[in-house]
């Protein structure tokens, strides 16, 4: 089960269709679900 490092939610990576390289690698960070993922060029958490 996948934890979201900045608002806890959780996931299977399995139901999230993410592969078994993704899964490794995302667990040797913090990850962070769709909902918190900020965009690196304007910082802004969602599609607005």
């Not at 667990?27 to 607005?48: E, M, P």
Request: charged content about 25%; glycine content about 4%.
């Amino acid at each position: 089960m996948l934890s979201c490092s900045e608002c806890g939610n959780c996931g299977h990576p399995s139901c999230l269709k993410y592969s078994d390289k993704l899964v490794k690698k995302i667990k040797t960070i913090q990850w962070q679900c769709l909902d918190c993922k900020r965009c690196v060029i304007c910082t802004k958490a969602d599609d607005s």
